[in-house]
């Protein structure tokens, strides 16, 4: 028991206060005299090595007794207990200061520190470590681990102190800079000759500037660097402030940098990659509207006057062949749209144009196309509405004729006898309501097997020379692009010898009625004076002819730009329909020369081209329409009773 500190005797006094001091610090304390007895100790050594306290009731105790009991409890081990003993007490006469970490009961981990005094005294002190060692043991772990994830992603690790001018270079930054892979520390001038040049070194002076008075958030450039070996490489380097003080004083920078010279090469060879494809496809799409008006032109010709001497009084004989001239050229024509659909949807230049349509009419239209075609092959045909199936909805009327057109086309080449049917209904797709078209015949029917190739392009289900269908296997491969682009999907249902059902499904997207517009009627036509700029004798003939048809007789021709410039300016003219590539003055310069001189009348493009862009370049050059060839007479009617009824000039849909 202590004495009171207010005890007259400075002596007790000053023994109670170092008792009270021995016992309450943090450390486990034993000291021992000349001999090896105990002079102190403290609850903590007793609590650290787990010790009884009667051991340390005894009025002489010594090392060498609690040695016997740590060696007996098996605290030093196997072996001779006089032994472990003996060599305990040898080290604590060595008279070197020492100290180790030894195992405590339970696991923990202890320090022992021994200190000789000069007096022949020895103290030991005992401290738990077991936390501490810990920490470090993570610690060491994770700079491994990110040392190794630095050198595995190619980053190398920096980090700048603005205070002392001094920025360390992790080994992995060493490794990248061609260096050998060893951390140094070193002044931001001695970095300076890894720059290439003094504008690349003011450049990075400056964002490190901005980075240490916050003016940004983070720094991330790309730079040319000089490696030890003196090769010029491209790195990217990205830092940011890691702290700062009470003033905003930037006090510690971290930042990576890493080798991006293979990206860089990567993103040359990629750009010139795609320069090469660019080039390529720009090639590809010239040549296709060079084509499509070299065959469409002739062609343009071919069924143009074939249905003009259709509708004369002709010989039966002579009639059935002028039919069967329409129809082989109508085939060559089908099979040139396909080729072109295919390259325009391949390139991803397929663009739909929605507006308002009367799906009942052309649904009757055309089912009207195809019932001649099934009385003439003796079979039955039958076209049926719903009566849920809206009359006005929107979608791309001619995209979805084009579809059934293939799909019926099909059902009537495959089916000799028996019948053939288009059904409209609704249905749902997706949560929507949508339409569905069904396309059904008792024909020759498909082999399971064989229908996964009817959707692949270029692909049929007999590819032999001797096959008895013909056609480019592209046609259904379009349509179900198509469709999928409208939203839905094409989906098929057949049997060997039991027929087939293709349903084409869309999304539903009803419209208000459109108003009803006015055509003009034959005497009305007549009066019209229409401006006829084409350069191709047969197709001025054939586009002369299709008007007269139509009921207009007042046709000007011009065969160029330059002319009918000329010509517009000396007479006004109701309407002029423009063919597109002309020798002198195309019909692209010839438009926008019209609309500079503040002429108004509605231009109809009449073009054979067909790639992704040659409406928007109708429009962009000042064309109100566009109207491709072979002209269809009553798609030609229409587009002029349209334009010649309007009051204002713009462009149908816009």
């Not at 195809?370 to 045909?381: C, E, T, V, Y």
């Not at 009359?391 to 084009?402: H, K």
Request: with cysteine; charged share 25%; net charge negative.
């Amino acid at each position: 028991m202590l004495v009171p500190f207010n005890s007259t005797d400075p002596l007790i006094e000053r023994n109670n206060l170092l008792e009270l001091v021995i016992e309450n610090i943090p450390a486990g304390l034993i000291v021992l005299d000349e001999q090896l007895r105990v002079v102190a100790s403290n609850s903590r050594l007793r609590e650290l090595l787990q010790l009884p306290r009667e051991l340390f009731a005894q009025a002489r105790l010594t090392l060498h007794t609690v040695a016997r009991y740590l060696a007996e409890r098996g605290d030093y081990g196997p072996g001779n207990v006089e032994d472990l003993v003996a060599q305990r007490i040898a080290l604590a006469q060595s008279g070197t200061s020492f100290r180790r970490e030894r195992n405590a009961p339970g696991g923990r981990l202890l320090e022992l520190r021994v200190t000789y005094l000069d007096n022949g005294w020895v103290v030991q002190t005992y401290q738990d470590v077991t936390e501490e060692r810990a920490a470090e043991a993570r610690l060491r772990a994770s700079e491994e681990r990110l040392e190794v994830a630095l050198q595995a992603s190619g980053l190398g690790l920096w980090e700048f102190t603005p205070g002392d001018d001094r920025v360390y270079l992790s080994a992995s930054w060493q490794q990248i800079m061609g260096f050998p892979a060893r951390a140094r520390t070193v002044s931001s001038r001695e970095l300076l000759p890894l720059a290439v040049d003094e504008a690349s070194a003011a450049a990075m002076r400056a964002g490190l500037v901005d980075l240490l008075k916050g003016r940004i958030a983070q720094l991330c450039f790309e730079h040319e660097g000089i490696r030890a070996n003196g090769t010029r490489v491209w790195f990217q380097t990205e830092a940011q402030v890691a702290g700062r003080d009470l003033d905003g004083r930037a006090l510690r920078v971290v930042g990576t940098t890493k080798n991006i010279a293979e990206r860089k090469r990567e993103e040359k060879a990629l750009k010139a990659a795609a320069e090469a494809a660019e080039s390529a496809s720009r090639a590809k799409a010239e040549f296709l509207a060079t084509m499509s008006h070299e065959i469409r032109t002739p062609l343009n010709g071919v069924i143009g006057l074939s249905r003009v001497l259709e509708q004369s009084a002709l010989p039966e004989r002579e009639a059935g062949y002028v039919r069967l001239i329409n129809s082989c050229a109508n085939s060559l024509l089908g099979m040139v749209n396909d080729v072109l659909d295919f390259s325009k949807i391949e390139a991803g230049q397929m663009v739909l144009e929605p507006s308002e349509c009367d799906l009942h009419a052309l649904v009757r239209e055309t089912g009207d196309v195809f019932a001649d075609r099934a009385r003439s092959k003796g079979i039955d045909f039958a076209v049926e509405l719903a009566p849920e199936v809206p009359r006005w909805v929107t979608l791309d009327a001619n995209r979805l004729r084009q579809i059934l057109m293939n799909l019926l086309g099909n059902a009537m080449k495959f089916t000799a006898a028996g019948s053939c049917s288009l059904r409209v209904g609704t249905g749902m797709l997706a949560r929507q309501r949508s339409l569905q078209f069904a396309v059904t015949d008792t024909g020759i029917g498909i082999p399971p097997e064989d229908q996964a190739k009817l959707f692949k392009r270029f692909s049929q289900v007999d590819a032999s020379s001797t096959r008895r269908f013909q056609g480019s296997g592209l046609g259904l491969a379009i349509s179900r692009d198509l469709a999928q682009l409208m939203g839905g999907d094409i989906r098929l249902s057949s049997a060997t010898g039991a027929g087939s059902t293709f349903t084409l499904e869309i999304p539903l997207v009803e419209a208000a009625a459109a108003a009803p517009q006015a055509a003009d009627t034959a005497a009305a036509a007549s009066t019209r004076a229409l401006l006829l700029v084409e350069d191709n004798p047969i197709n001025q003939l054939v586009a002369q002819a299709l008007l007269e048809k139509l009921g207009y007789s007042d046709v000007t021709v011009a065969e160029h730009g330059e002319e009918a410039l000329r010509l517009a300016q000396e007479r006004a003219f109701d309407l002029v329909l423009m063919d597109c590539q002309m020798p002198v003055m195309d019909g692209f310069e010839a438009t926008r020369r019209m609309r500079e001189q503040g002429m108004h009348m509605p231009i109809v493009a009449l073009t054979a081209g067909a790639v992704s862009n040659d409406r928007e370049r109708c429009l962009e050059s000042g064309m109100n329409d566009y109207v491709a060839k072979p002209i269809d007479a009553g798609l030609l009617g229409g587009v002029l009773s349209f334009w010649l009824a309007s009051t204002s000039f713009g462009t149908r849909g816009g």
